[in-house]
């Protein structure tokens, strides 16, 4: 199975800032990567797939980028909204596996 | 507009099974794609347990040791769940989504939170 681990677990930042958060997975692939956001009390929201391509009515202040294992999701000027726990899930081989999620918290 | 419901007991007695159904509106299971399972147990984070395709193909978690059994309900657009033997490590919410062939999901249910207790 291929383990996705999301460092850093917690980021304290302000708005405004530009953030990069990152999943490392155990073995490599190419673009087969998702990225989710979850707010509390609800369901995850897709953000990006195919590790770089913007899911529909996603702003574009969110990006995707990586490939092999190292993949990073950089959200260029955080808002307000943007605080929320986000999880990358690979879809390369199955089992599907999700990393353990960065949240992300007001400074 | 494609919208997934989960329904299904709140609370299940420890070593029996647990029981969920999907219901999917706005899209035809039978038109394709993958229909599976995601649970998030209190505080933590996401863990696949499997899908099924429209004509019943099926891929599972195997850390879930073989408890687990999907089915696919066409005419009434509907996918269940079964988890066998469960324990309190089973308390979760429990989400059902669309998965594309490709794999991401854009689909999630809103969730049932499942609560394994005697």
């Known amino acids: 199975e291929i383990v996705l681990t999301q460092s850093p677990a917690t980021l304290s930042v302000s708005p405004g800032e530009r953030v990069t958060l990152s999943c490392r997975a155990s073995?490599?692939?190419?673009?087969?990567l998702a990225w989710y956001q979850q707010k509390p009390g609800q369901a995850p929201r897709l953000l990006i797939n195919?590790?770089?391509t913007r899911a529909t009515g996603i702003p574009a202040r969110f990006s995707g980028s990586g490939s092999g294992t190292e993949f990073t999701l950089t959200i260029s000027s955080l808002q307000s909204e943007d605080f929320a726990v986000y999880y990358c899930?690979?879809?390369?081989?199955?089992?599907?596996?999700f990393g353990q999620g960065t949240k992300l918290e007001i400074k | 507009q494609v919208q997934l419901q989960e329904s299904g007991p709140g609370l299940v007695q420890p070593s029996e099974t647990l029981s969920l159904t999907c219901t999917v509106s706005?899209?035809?299971?039978?038109?394709?794609?993958?229909w599976g399972w995601i649970r998030q147990p209190p505080g933590k984070g996401l863990e696949w347990i499997g899908n099924?395709?429209?004509?019943?193909?099926?891929y599972d978690n195997p850390s879930l040791k073989s408890r687990v059994t999907i089915s696919v309900d066409t005419s009434n657009n509907q996918f269940s769940l079964k988890l066998g033997s469960v324990t309190a490590a089973d308390t979760a919410v429990y989400y059902c989504?669309?998965?594309?062939?490709?794999?991401?999901?854009?689909?999630w249910g809103q969730g049932t939170l499942v609560t394994v207790s005697s």
């Open positions: 989504a669309r998965f594309t062939s490709s794999g991401w999901s854009e689909y």
């Open positions: 706005g899209y035809s299971i039978s038109s394709g794609d993958y």
């Open positions: 099924i395709y429209h004509d019943g193909n099926t």
């Open positions: 073995q490599s692939f190419s673009s087969n």
């Open positions: 195919r590790a770089s």
């Open positions: 899930q690979q879809y390369n081989d199955w089992p599907y596996t």
